[in-house]
Every structure is written in C-alpha cells, then in structure tokens.
C-alpha cells in the first residue's frame, strides 16, 4: 500500500520561510524512476504544481519547476534512503496559503498533474 505523509504545515510569517517533508512508504521503484511532487491547492482554486524532483537507480536525475520563476524561492530535495522529499520556500507570501500536498509517479516529471498516489496534504497559511 501506496503512503505518502507530509508534515511541517501551519501559519507562517509573510517574508518567512517554510518547510514540508513527505514521507513517502510503500512505491516500489521502476525501471524508468519516478517523479516526486509538490502541488498547492489554495482556497476556491484548482491544483497548481510547484516542483517535482526525478530519481532513477537510486540517484537524483534532476529536478523540474512548473513555474520557472519559482526556481529562486522555492527548493525541493530526496532522501531516497529514508524515502522523505522535502518542499523549502523562502520568502513566503500570502498567496502562498494552501494546503500543500505531495504525490509521486512512475517516470519523469511533467507539466501535468497525473500523479499516481497522493497525499493527504498540510495546511500552511501565510499572513
């Protein structure tokens, strides 16, 4: 059985940073890797991806941001021995509120949002 947990969420200082980790149990690995990712959903809004980070053969192949202009602010890490990802962002704003969740797939990340498992997802409110 497929989990994925994150944790770290709660209120954070506008011009803060925040910190999520994903702990990730149960998904086998795939000959093509796999893509762990962070999605944001705020209130009344759809899904929009953050980042993703691609492993294969045990190693990180790379990472991917759905908005490049992110790239400076947010940052995205794998423990793939402890199987945790982890979601920092500085610079914390208050359209950054939402419930941030993590999800993994088999393969590279893409632009879309098909992951294959989800989490349940952490509320982080920025004020």
């Known amino acids: 059985q497929v989990q994925l947990v994150e944790s770290g969420g709660g209120s954070v200082e506008a011009g803060g940073s925040l910190r999520l980790s994903c702990a990730i149990s149960?998904?086998?690995?795939?000959?093509?890797?796999?893509?762990v990712g962070w999605i944001r959903q705020a209130t009344g809004q759809e899904r929009k991806g953050l980042v993703g980070i691609y492993s294969r053969d045990g190693t990180v192949r790379g990472t991917f941001y759905y908005d490049e202009t992110e790239r400076e602010r947010i940052t995205i890490s794998l423990d793939i021995d402890n199987n945790m990802a982890y979601l920092h962002m500085n610079n914390a704003k208050p359209e950054d509120s939402g419930v941030y969740t993590c999800?993994?797939?088999?393969?590279?990340?893409?632009?879309?949002?098909?992951?294959?498992?989800w989490g349940q997802g952490t509320q982080v409110t920025v004020s």
């Open positions: 149960g998904f086998g690995k795939s000959a093509s890797g796999q893509c």
């Open positions: 999800a993994v797939r088999n393969g590279y990340c893409l632009m879309d949002l098909n992951y294959r498992y």
